[in-house]
């Protein structure tokens, strides 16, 4: 399957490259930056990568994944008592058909649990930013936090990576990393064989932030080339998959560019656990000076990190839908639509 594409760096990719990301934790910068470079050019090649050397203890994953499949073994009663709606930061249980992309008619067939920075202080809160809402469960908030803070780890390193192969100084993004709205998301899409073939796991989007570190348990995911031809991911042990967001493209202005992804209609059983790296929610993102000059003018207007990524939300949530329709909330100044990034997306 094509649909037509604009420019894009992206290559006509029939697999993600492969970057060992170790060298990004040496206290050598030629190393780093050698790294780097090789990091920066799959991101540019293809918007989606795997990474090895990643340092994430198996143990974390291990003890992500029981807590998980336990979680969502629960009577949807029970799932229901953390319903999303009911937080303060957009965190908690997320049924199937809560979230649709792009006016889809389709319904994801997949449930999640939401969780994001937790920040019980009020003078940092905002509408993405607050105290998580836990299910009453023994360790599953200690057990999924630890994976966050690695994770989150993790990303920072990628940050840095990212910005040494822009040719910035390497704490450009990692500075706007004090307490970032990056949201974890606990995926579980269940097997029917008797779905119908079009019902898919998620359907294509780009995702908001800056980039995603997703770990999947199963095949399913898909990802379109720069032909605009939708590529399978099948998994690699020990891998992380990496891709470009929107933030990342519009500070990079258009350098790197977001990768429209979805998952089709799964074959067995599947979890899955991204992290969307995002900047601290007041963060101005637009494209850096560094980066633009009189031949390569700015691309993208200025956005606010926080808000870019609520009115995104605001646009795909069931109950904050509701809420906007009943004026208890509106979509913040400026609010770019959905799909606006990417190969299908219109950056202006």
């Known amino acids: ?56 203890d198996p143990g974390l994953i291990d003890t992500l994944l029981q807590r998980t499949h336990a979680y969502f073994s629960l009577p949807f009663a029970e799932k229901m008592r953390n319903y999303i709606g009911h937080s303060v930061n957009h965190s908690g249980y997320v049924p199937e058909g809560e979230e649709q992309f792009y006016g889809s008619a389709t319904v994801d067939k997949k449930e999640t649990y939401d969780l994001g920075f937790d920040m019980p202080d009020h003078q940092w809160r905002r509408p993405m930013l607050g105290p998580n809402q836990w299910p009453e469960m023994p360790g599953f908030r200690e057990d999924i936090e630890a994976y966050y803070r690695a994770a989150l780890d993790l990303g920072r390193h990628l940050f840095q990576g990212f910005a040494l192969a822009l040719g910035l100084e390497e704490d450009t993004f990692t500075q706007h990393l ?25 359907g294509a989007h780009t995702d908001y932030e800056c980039f995603t570190i997703l770990l999947p348990t199963a095949p399913g995911l898909e990802v379109m080339n720069g032909a605009g031809e939708w590529i399978d991911v099948p998994l690699i042990d020990d891998t992380f998959v990496i891709n470009i967001g929107d933030m990342m493209e519009a500070l990079s202005n258009g350098y790197y560019v977001a990768t429209s992804h979805r998952v089709r209609k799964v074959a067995q059983e599947r979890y899955s656990f991204p992290l969307f790296c995002s900047l601290d929610y007041d963060t101005r993102i637009e494209p850096l000076a560094a980066l633009t000059n009189d031949k390569n003018p700015p691309r993208y207007p200025p956005l606010i990190a926080g808000e870019h990524l609520y009115a995104q939300t605001l646009q795909t949530f069931e109950y904050l839908k509701k809420r906007i329709a009943e004026g208890d909330i509106q979509l913040p100044d400026g609010a770019r639509e959905l799909s606006s990034f990417g190969h299908g997306g219109s950056n202006v």
């Open 1 to 56: 399957m094509t649909s037509a594409v604009p420019d894009t760096p992206h290559t006509a990719f029939q697999q993600l490259p492969l970057v060992d990301i170790s060298g990004l934790r040496s206290s050598d910068p030629d190393t780093r930056k050698t790294t780097a470079d090789a990091l920066g050019r799959a991101a540019r090649d293809a918007g989606f990568l795997y990474i090895t050397g990643h340092g994430i």
């Open 178 to 202: 004090t307490r970032p709205p990056s949201q974890l998301r606990l995926i579980h899409y269940p097997f029917n064989q008797d779905m119908p073939p079009d019902r898919p796991g998620i």
